[in-house]
């Protein structure tokens, strides 16, 4: 960014710092003596991994210090600079002091330096430039050059030819403050940047501005569709990061992370950070290979998918929503939530969106259209951006048909097996291996929603009191190894009447141990029967 600009949009530093003091305005003598005396000095502003956190490198912004201990800071100077004609010595004093600084710091960090477009376009000052990069030892494809978007260049081939050598040499170049100029897309085509500089004026606004946001995200999009990484400058609060890190932007820098330092701040930060590895977390898609990606996925998905705006027009609908709705794509997209659903249901759909828009609990529900036959399931949810601003609803709409057909069939087969059990003597139980009962079906005169616990206790307290006793010394008194059980007794039916019932069980194994599988028949019948003959013999 230009340092004018930088200091211009100045706010407090994190943490209780405060910007560099500002001594005034520099003239060219005093700029000259402060370079042979070695007042102006590089600071360095961190630039980290929004993802991990880990450290990318160094943006070196020059500074001069008074005698008085005062700093100027780069607006008081650098146009001084330029019209002196001292930019290129001042340019090439600076690296070759933040490189021999920063040469016996520890790390694969980069250092970025702002250059004039002049340099590149001089090709005397460009291997000026590399000479007293080597000089410094400061590895070559540690150095990232930053060119100022809204700077003009006058000789663009020249200039082009100068980034191309540097470039070969393994020095990365990035495009600054992008988003302020006027010929954006057209510099970054030509020069092939390897990072984008997001502006900061974007990114302090990005809480209160939507549009800051909007932009923001393209140039994100653009650089990851163009193979750029993506930093942001000026980063103040945690908002912005959570911004910028769902977004995908690559690195950031500002007071949220520390103020720029000189060397010795710098080493002293760096020697306490915890370093951070790299991660791979974040969408490696582009956002051109998003676009087609989520298409393909829109319109094959087998549900209705649409997406309603605050304007209650259809912003996107897939293929089947279209389906279900018995209209082409073009009928649709773009069309209101009035024109496009049936009359009849117009008024009630309406409302549920509005409701959407207001309420992000979503809303499920089965919806008919009038004159068809099928019945949809339909869910929308409230879709919100990074600071909470409403963008519209999400539909889906699921057709139901066939499941509420088949749960039909499915009730009144239960039910005509219901009816048929009340019919059948017969109930089915389980008990634990110790004889203690953990099942027994319901009887179809029963209320079936009682509690299966309730169920049990019931079936114990119709038995007839003394049958109780006897079977229970009967079970008592089986073998230890008896895999079978037979008995009879007397119980009060769910009709009140006294029956008598048959219990038979065999112990098996299965996953849980041992149980055993039995059931309680109605023997009534056979037991009058047999009284009856035992009263005639």
């Excluded at 477009?117 to 000089?135: R, S, Y």
Aim: hydrophobic share 40%; charged share 25%.
């Amino acid at each position: 960014m230009s340092e004018k600009r930088r200091v211009a949009a100045s706010a407090p530093a994190k943490g209780g710092e405060t910007p560099e003091a500002d001594g005034g305005n520099l003239s060219a003598q005093a700029l000259q003596h402060a370079l042979r005396t070695g007042a102006i000095v590089p600071f360095f502003q961190p630039i980290v991994s929004v993802q991990s956190g880990a450290l990318k490198g160094f943006e070196v912004l020059a500074r001069c210090r008074l005698s008085d201990t005062r700093i100027v800071l780069p607006d008081r100077f650098i146009p001084v600079a330029r019209d002196a004609g001292l930019l290129p010595e001042l340019t090439l004093h600076m690296v070759a002091t933040a490189c021999r600084a920063a040469h016996a710091w520890s790390g694969g960090f980069y250092l970025a330096f702002n250059m004039p477009p002049t340099l590149f376009q001089d090709a005397v000052l460009v291997e000026q430039l590399i000479a007293t990069l080597e000089d410094t030892g400061f590895p070559l494809r540690r150095i990232r050059i930053e060119m100022t978007e809204v700077e003009v260049v006058e000789d663009e081939h020249a200039a082009e030819l100068g980034i191309a050598q540097l470039r070969r040499l393994g020095i990365g170049t990035l495009l600054d403050d992008f988003g302020t100029g006027y010929s954006s897309l057209i510099r970054l085509h030509r020069f092939e940047f390897d990072k984008i500089k997001i502006d900061g004026s974007f990114i302090r606004s990005l809480e209160r501005d939507e549009t800051s946001r909007k932009i923001v995200s393209a140039i994100v999009g653009l650089g990851k569709s163009l193979g750029a990484r993506t930093i942001a400058e000026c980063v103040e609060t945690a908002f912005q990061l959570q911004f910028l890190a769902s977004i995908g932007c690559d690195a950031y820098q500002g007071w949220y992370l520390a103020a720029a330092m000189d060397a010795d701040g710098a080493a002293q930060w760096l020697a306490a950070r915890e370093p951070a590895a790299e991660s791979r977390t974040g969408s490696l898609l582009t956002p051109y290979q998003q676009q087609y990606q989520l298409e393909i996925l829109y319109e094959r998905s087998p549900v209705g998918l649409a997406f309603i705006d605050t304007q209650l027009c259809f912003a996107a609908v897939n293929h089947r929503f279209c389906q279900m709705l018995g209209l082409p794509q073009g009928r649709v997209i773009g069309r209101s939530v009035h024109d496009v659903v049936p009359p009849q249901v117009a008024h009630e759909a309406q409302s549920l969106i509005l409701r959407g828009l207001s309420d992000a609990g979503g809303d499920l529900r089965e919806l008919s259209l009038p004159g068809r036959p099928e019945t949809f399931l339909m869910n929308h949810e409230r879709v919100l951006d990074a600071a909470g601003v409403v963008l519209g609803v999400s539909v889906v709409c699921i057709d139901i048909t066939e499941s509420k057909r088949y749960q039909a069939a499915l009730d009144a087969r239960e039910a005509h097996d219901l009816g048929a059990s009340a019919m059948s003597p017969t109930l089915f139980w389980v008990a634990e291996e110790s004889g203690v009962l953990s099942y027994i079906s319901p009887h179809a005169r029963e209320d079936e929603l009682i509690p299966l616990a309730a169920r049990i206790d019931r079936w114990y307290a119709r038995m007839d009191p003394q049958d109780r006793v006897r079977v229970r010394r009967e079970w008592d008194q089986r073998t230890p190894d008896a895999t079978e059980f037979h008995t009879r007794f007397r119980i009060r039916w769910a009709d009140g009447q006294w029956r008598w019932v048959d219990s038979r069980a065999r112990l098996q194994a299965d996953g849980q141990g041992c149980r055993w599988y039995g059931s309680f028949t109605d023997i009534s019948r056979e037991v009058a029967l047999e009284q009856q003959l035992a009263g005639q013999s």
